[in-house]
Each structure stands twice: as structure tokens, then as C-alpha cells.
């Protein structure tokens, strides 16, 4: 599951406990800044971005985490979906009377400056099928269930286990114990993913391989999506 970078994961889970009043601006954008590295938005500093949005009425982030043939998260126009499907990933910023998308790329300046830009557009409302985190961890459980059972019919070559799969999804304060359950869990089923290898199989092995493991990272997809978004679940569903 893409992305391996967690730039916008990031952003979301770390400016939403901004906006809920869990952390202060410079300590958001100093996590951002600690796992995605010096981030501009356009050419303005990501904190002075941030300020001047909430100024400009910003009410959440939201994350997208499209694949081809899936835009999760994406509600247009077609060049946005395009450039976040390419990504692997965006944040939609939600004002009170429009939405942001933003779409992140390398930013290299020199031989010794790497970091991230992320380059802005308008984009639609907010998607609204999109499930919430209980919705996803039923749907990851029976992805993985699936996958698992499909999986051991196919017969080939012993794939090495990795022996750690380290962190990842952490989410920030004021979040849901359940969302960062799920979020973790997915985040490591995503690295699990990208370790897969296909090597030694026959064609109808890959195809049966690959069409549970697109079920499986379209559950993972739409599991860190919904973990990210869980902060705000109990003010949309009173």
C-alpha cells in the first residue's frame, strides 16, 4: 500500500488534534516535519500554511489514499485525481466554503536540501461514503480472513516472513483508542503488503494471489482513511 511516505497521514492525524484543541500548531507541524522531512506548501513554510487557513475558516483535514481504479478520499476535478492517484495519496483541506486538495512530491533543492512540497488545488466536497472506523476494522477483518484462506490454497515457493515490521500509524492525541488500534494494525498489513513477493509462480497463481491481495489494500486503504478521520466521528454522528 502506498504511500510509503507518511507526509499526509501525517498532516491529517497531526493537524485535526490541532483543530480539536489536543495539541498546539508548532507541535504539529514539528511531527509533520519529524517523519516527512522540511515541508512547504507552494512556497510557504507548512505552520504559516496552516495558520493562514484556519484564519480562512478550516475546519478538518481529510485523507485520501487512491489507487488506480479507486479514488479513495478523491471528489474531483479529474487533473486533482490524477495527481493524487499518482502520489498514492493526498489531504483535502475542508473550509467553510470550499475544499483544498493537497498533493505532495519531493522537494529537492541542492545535493543536500530533501523535502516535501505540496502543491495545491481546489477540489470537490467532501466525500460522504467513505466508512466510518468501526465500519473499517469489520471490513480489514474480513479482508484479512479472506485473503488468509485464499492464500493457503495457492501452492508455490515459501515466502520469507519479515521479522519486523517496526511502527508505524500512530496517530496524535485526541483520537479514539479504536482508531489507533485500526490505524496501526492497517498501517503494518500495508507494509506486510509491499513485501509480498510473486516470484516462482505460475500465471494462474498470480492471478489468484493478486486479486485477493487488491481486496486485502483496498481494505487497508480504506481503514487508515477512516482511523484518520475518527477524531470528528462523534460531532458528525451525535
Same mark, same amino acid.
Given at each position: 500500500m502506498r504511500p510509503q511516505s507518511p507526509v499526509c497521514p501525517a498532516l491529517v492525524a497531526w493537524g485535526n488534534a490541532w483543530l480539536a484543541g489536543h495539541v498546539g500548531l508548532?507541535? #504539529?507541524? @514539528?511531527?509533520?516535519? !519529524?517523519? #516527512?522531512? %522540511?515541508?512547504?506548501?507552494?512556497?510557504?513554510? *507548512?505552520?504559516?500554511? +496552516? $495558520?493562514?487557513?484556519?484564519?480562512?475558516? =478550516?475546519?478538518e483535514l481529510r485523507l485520501a489514499l487512491p489507487a488506480p481504479g479507486d479514488? +479513495?478520499?478523491?471528489?474531483? %476535478?479529474?487533473?486533482?485525481?490524477? $495527481? $493524487?492517484? @499518482?502520489?498514492?495519496? !493526498? #489531504?483535502?483541506?475542508?473550509?467553510?466554503?470550499?475544499?483544498?486538495? =493537497?498533493? %505532495?512530491?519531493?522537494?529537492?533543492?541542492?545535493?543536500?536540501?530533501?523535502?516535501?512540497? *505540496? @502543491?495545491?488545488?481546489?477540489?470537490? %466536497?467532501?466525500? +460522504?461514503? =467513505?466508512?466510518?472506523?468501526?465500519?473499517a476494522e469489520r471490513e480489514l477483518s474480513d479482508a484479512v480472513r479472506s485473503a488468509t484462506d485464499a492464500l493457503a490454497s495457492v501452492d508455490g515457493p515459501a515466502q520469507s516472513r519479515p521479522d519486523d515490521l517496526g511502527r508505524g500509524g500512530e496517530l496524535a492525541p485526541g483520537y479514539p483508542a479504536r482508531a489507533h488500534r485500526v490505524?496501526? *494494525? $492497517?498501517?503494518? +498489513?500495508?507494509?506486510? *503488503?509491499?513485501?509480498?513477493?510473486e516470484r516462482g509462480l505460475t500465471s494462474g497463481q498470480i492471478a489468484t494471489r493478486g486479486a485477493v491481495l487488491r481486496e486485502l489494500d483496498r481494505a487497508v486503504r480504506r481503514a487508515v482513511v477512516a482511523a484518520h478521520h475518527a477524531i470528528f466521528e462523534p460531532l458528525r454522528n451525535p
Open positions: 508548532d507541535e #504539529a507541524a @514539528d511531527h509533520v516535519e !519529524a517523519v #516527512a522531512g %522540511p515541508t512547504v506548501v507552494g512556497q510557504v513554510p *507548512l505552520r504559516k500554511y +496552516l $495558520a493562514n487557513l484556519r484564519v480562512d475558516g =478550516l475546519r479514488p +479513495l478520499g478523491l471528489s474531483g %476535478p479529474a487533473e486533482f485525481n490524477s $495527481a $493524487a492517484v @499518482d502520489a498514492g495519496q !493526498a #489531504a483535502i483541506a475542508v473550509l467553510s466554503d470550499r475544499c483544498l486538495g =493537497l498533493v %505532495p512530491s519531493a522537494d529537492l533543492r541542492g545535493s543536500s536540501y530533501v523535502g516535501v512540497r *505540496l @502543491d495545491v488545488q481546489e477540489t470537490g %466536497p467532501v466525500r +460522504l461514503d =467513505l466508512p466510518s472506523v468501526a465500519e490505524s496501526a *494494525l $492497517a498501517t503494518r +498489513l500495508g507494509a506486510v *503488503l509491499r513485501l509480498v513477493e
